[in-house]
Structure formats: C-alpha cells, structure tokens
C-alpha cells in the first residue's frame, strides 16, 4: 500500500470524528468541512508520527476542536461581543420563538427520525455563545477552568453560558420525552 | 432529600450528549481531502511552509539567516564607530532636548494645579472630582438604557 493510500485509509478511519466535533462547535456544514480539511492537512504533514500513535485519535480532536476555535474568532469575532453585551438576555427572548417539536408532533418526529437527530438539532439550534462551551464541557470533557481559558472569557460567563445553554436543551428535549413515555 | 436539580439537569444533558453518535461526514469530503493533499504535493517546494521544506534546504535556510543576523550585528557594531553617524546621533540629541523642553513645562504646569489646589482648599477639588464621576456614571447609565430600549424594539 502507498504512502496515498495508507493515509486515505486513515483519513476514512478519522473522518466522522473530526468532522463531528467541527460540526457541533461551529453548526455550520461548510465550515466544518473546511476545518476537517486543514486538521488533515496537518495530520499528513506528521503522517509519519501519528500513523501508529495510540493517542492520535485525542490528538486530531484537539487539532479539530482549536481550529474551530480559531475559525471561531477569527470569522465570528463579533459573536463574545454580542453575546456580553445582552449576556443571554436576547437570546433567551429568541429561544422562546424558535420552533422546537410540539408535542403532538414530537411522536411523528421520533419515528421518522430518531432522538439522537432532535438532541443534535437541539444542540446546532442554541446559540454560540451556549454552544460552544457546553460542548467542550460534555462532549470533549474541559474543565470549566479550561474553558475560560481557551475563549478568553470570565469563569463566571462560562458557567452562566453552560447553565443557560442546558436550560434551553431541557426545554426542547422535555416535549420529546414526554411524548416518548405517553 | 431533593437531589439538587442543577446537578440531575447536568447530568441528564451529560447522558444525552455523550449517547450521540459521530455525525457522517459527507462522501465529497475524502476525494476534497485527498485533492488538496496531491495539490500541496505537486507545489514546488517554496511554495510550502517552511516546516515543509526538505531537509537540506532547511539546514542551509538556517546556516544563510545566521550568516545573515551576525553579519546586520558585525555592520551595525562597525557603523556605530563611524563619524557621520556620530553626527547625526548629535542631531538626534538635539531632538530629544525639545522633549526634555517640554517635560519641564508640563512639571510647572502640573506645580501651578498644586497650586491652585491649595489655594482653593481639598473639599472643592474633591467635590469637583465627585460632580464628575456622577457625570461619567449618568452617561453610562442612560447609554446603557438606550441600547438596550433601542434592542428590544427589533
């Protein structure tokens, strides 16, 4: 097997990882994809180290999720502005009007799909400034500390941020399960 | 005992998130993916990253910017020792005279507002300082509410 084709195999092995953590960082298709081509960009770059590495699997998830960051600031550098500047307020007042599932509906929705597609829809839906840190506190398992760290925003407006954003996945998860133990 | 809601919403949304499933990545991905690796291969090498370069080049890159670096330090040492730039740092000292000139007004400035403070006496500065304060602090109070009266008309 060629160098190419030992690294396409990789690549297929990989893919759905990165892809998926760029993906529920930025919500955005495009961009995800844009940002799963650089992190294997840099991945063939050190093929030769990561190829047999047990952790590489830890290493392109963080690649994946500073990248995301990155691409984050660097294209949406107004979104902490915006989100300290009404500090959840409006976005509170949006959550209410965005059309999650009524429950007479969520038991048509829950056969067609299935509940792992509302929760990840649920999560794409909150806003960024919720978003983000509940998926790197859940999902890639930072520290609040971390977290701070990494946005360059207060321990305070992280853990606001997170509460806020689990209050917004109950109220949209709640019709669902309800619906599901009728 | 109530367990603490806080900590059963974690980690309800805990079990919720973690249960998720990779998302599929999209099949145009890996030929996009593969593209972009045979376009970087194909580009000649100053084209690339400097941690992309061969060896070799990186070894004599290296060797020529040292050469380089000690060759602006060896320059630099020898024109300081040179007349003509003897001069014009003459003239550069007389630059920054004007700055010194202009540190000693701000210094008599700054003994008349001493002044000016004793004479008037402390509880007027202090009040003075005080009105604005409040004045600083009703701008950003009435800022502050028009922002967020202009916001939440949208």
Redesign the interface.
Known sequence: MTDAQQFESFLRQYQDLVFSTAMRLLANRAEAEDVTQEVFLKAYARFGELEHSPTVAGWLRTVATNLSLNHLTRYRSRWSFFSELFSGRGEDEHEITVDFPAPENVEEEMHAADRKVIVEQALQKLPVAQRVPIVLYHMEGLSYEDIAAKLGVSLGKVKTDIHRGREVLRKRLEPARAALTE | MNPNP?NE??A???R???????????PS??P???A???E?ERAPWYRNGW??WPLALRASSLVVLLALFAGLCFGGVKLSESKGVTAASGKVSGAFSLLSVAGKTLAALADAAVEVVRHVGTGYVVAAFAVIALAYAACVAFGSFY?RFA?SRR
Do not use: T
């Open positions: 806080e919403l974690e309800r949304i805990d919720e998130l973690k249960s998720l499933s990779p998302l599929a990545s999209p991905l890996a996009r993916i593969m972009a690796i045979a970087q941690q992309a922002l916001f």
